[in-house]
């Protein structure tokens, strides 16, 4: 009996990911687009792992980046 046909699978949704060694702690990912980041007691930004899928508000968070330290990686890192 031939298989069936697999349904069309959407791409998962990607994540944006802070580099913490660059990070100076401006807080400007967190202002801009706080769904996708919040800050550490240090200053220094983390992306939360509760996120929603990639939006522009955490595209222009990452852009404005002084540092660059936010890159957006196509997949979600696995469960830890
Ligand atoms: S915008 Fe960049 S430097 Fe500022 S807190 Fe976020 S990751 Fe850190």
């Known amino acids: 009996m031939p298989t069936p046909p697999r349904p069309e699978q959407p791409d998962p949704p990607g994540h944006f990911h ?3 060694t660059l990070c100076i702690g401006s807080g400007i990912c967190a202002a801009t687009a706080p769904a996708h980041f919040t ?3 240090d200053g ?3 992306s ?3 996120a929603p899928p990639p939006t522009p508000e955490a595209e222009d968070a990452a852009s404005l980046c002084p540092m ?3 890159a957006f990686h196509p997949t ?3 469960a830890t």
Do not use: L
């Open 39 to 41: 800050r550490d007691p």
């Open 68 to 70: 660059e330290a936010i």
């Open 76 to 78: 979600r890192p696995p």
């Open 18 to 20: 802070v580099d913490r």
């Open 48 to 50: 939360r792992p509760d």
């Open 44 to 46: 220094r930004a983390r």
